[in-house]
Structures are given as structure tokens and as C-alpha cells.
Antibody, heavy 123, light 111 residues
């Protein structure tokens, strides 16, 4: 099983851009057949899928966040990244990266997760 | 958008009890359902995928079932390690895109 680790600033000012990176060890994300996902969880609430990226670089986003979100892959560093623009207090959450295991006409779940990183949006 | 509603929101039970959590989808679609367990300060852990398939290493007391718009997670004999919050997740495909959504959670507490 690979290991995933999120990193990035824990505090972001309103209207600025939130940037996080997920480093994957124990497997190459560029050559895998997995998708790689970002999920967030506001305090006291359930998880919310933000989006996923495939090893080819194809991306899929939550329609409610699509206008503000970019997920990208850096295969040379075995990392994938998340950017959320124009953040507000509503973007305050624990942000997780995860492996998204699926295939055409099959879904096997988010089976490997990072430990999560807390991001607070405040001035 | 498909909405998922879990019930109950909170459940009080004792060790050894049989526990059932329900997840209802707002519409019937071609979709797949998974269940996760989350403990405070930790990431969710995958228990069940494709409605009823047990993830590797997960005890057999966890069982998933259902179809259409109604799905259930059953813990056949609750153990001390099972007190946690449980989430269902629906994954759906449409054309060349996909989306996934989570339920609001069911907290299993010690009675």
C-alpha cells in the first residue's frame, strides 16, 4: 500500500488561493491505473469530494467547486496538488488526499488516505 | 444532484448488539455505494465497496447490502473498536464524467 502525506499552509486569508500538495510514497502515480483524489471535511460535518486526477492528467471536479478548483499531477515528484481560489471561511476544513480506486463500470472506493491537514481561512 | 440521507444520525448501542445504519439516495441511478468508518482526528477508513464487498482486512462482522435507492450497513456484533462515525458514499457515472457524494454520517455511541 502506498502512503500519502498532505502538506501546505494551515492558514489562508480570505480571497486568497489555498494550495496543498499530496506526496505519494511506495508507488508511482504516473504509471498507475488509479485516480488520486482530494476530499475535505468541515468541522463537525461529513466529507466532501473536491475532485480527482488520473495518471494521464485527466481531471474530474465536484460541480459545486469546479469554478474555483484545479487539481494537477507532478509525476517527476510523485505528487498531486490542489488549488482553491477566492477562499472564504466556508473553505475552512480538514483536507485529505486519497487514492481513488475505480475502473470502467466499477468502483472500489477511496482505499488509501493521507492523515489530513487542517486549513483555516481567516484574516 | 443526488443527495444521500443517513439514518439515524446518532445511535446508542452496547457491545454485542446488532447495529443497522441506513443510507437512502434521492434518486435511482447507475451507481456504486461504499461505507467508511471514521474515528476522531483520523481519516475515514474504507469498510465496504460495491454495496457489499468487504475491503481487505475488515472484520466479517461488517456487512453491506441494498439496491436501488436504499442501502444498509450492518454490524452483526458490535465490538469496542467499532464506536465511531460511519459514512456512506455514492459514486455515479454519467456520460464521460463522474461524481461522488457522502452521507452526513451516523455516530455510533456507547449506551
Amino acid at each position: 500500500q502506498p502512503q500519502l502525506q498532505e502538506s501546505g499552509p494551515g492558514l489562508v486569508k480570505p480571497s486568497e488561493t489555498l494550495s496543498l500538495t499530496c506526496t505519494v510514497s511506495g508507488g508511482s502515480i504516473g504509471s498507475s491505473t488509479y485516480y488520486w483524489a482530494w476530499i475535505r471535511q468541515p468541522p463537525g460535518k461529513g466529507p466532501e469530494w473536491i475532485g480527482s486526477v488520473y495518471s494521464s492528467g485527466s481531471t474530474f471536479y465536484n460541480p459545486s467547486l469546479k469554478s474555483r478548483v484545479t487539481i494537477s499531477l507532478d509525476t517527476s515528484k510523485n505528487q498531486f496538488s490542489l488549488k482553491v481560489t477566492s477562499v472564504t471561511a466556508a473553505d475552512t476544513a480538514v483536507y485529505f488526499c486519497a487514492r481513488d480506486d475505480r475502473a470502467p463500470n466499477a468502483y472500489y472506493g477511496l482505499d488509501v488516505w493521507g492523515q489530513g491537514t487542517t486549513v483555516t481561512v481567516s484574516s | 444532484d443526488i443527495q444521500l440521507t443517513q439514518s439515524p444520525s446518532t445511535l446508542s448501542a452496547s457491545v454485542g448488539d446488532r447495529v443497522t445504519i441506513t443510507c437512502r439516495a434521492s434518486q435511482r441511478v447507475l451507481a456504486w455505494l461504499a461505507w467508511y468508518q471514521q474515528k476522531p482526528g483520523k481519516a475515514p477508513k474504507l469498510l465496504i465497496y460495491d454495496v457489499s464487498s468487504l475491503e481487505g482486512g475488515v472484520p466479517s462482522r461488517f456487512r453491506g447490502s441494498g439496491s436501488g435507492t436504499l442501502f444498509t450497513l450492518t454490524i452483526t456484533s458490535l465490538q469496542p473498536d467499532d464506536f465511531a462515525t460511519y459514512y456512506c458514499q455514492l459514486y455515479s457515472q454519467q456520460d464521460s464524467s463522474y461524481s461522488t457524494t457522502f452521507g452526513q454520517g451516523t455516530k455510533v455511541e456507547i449506551k
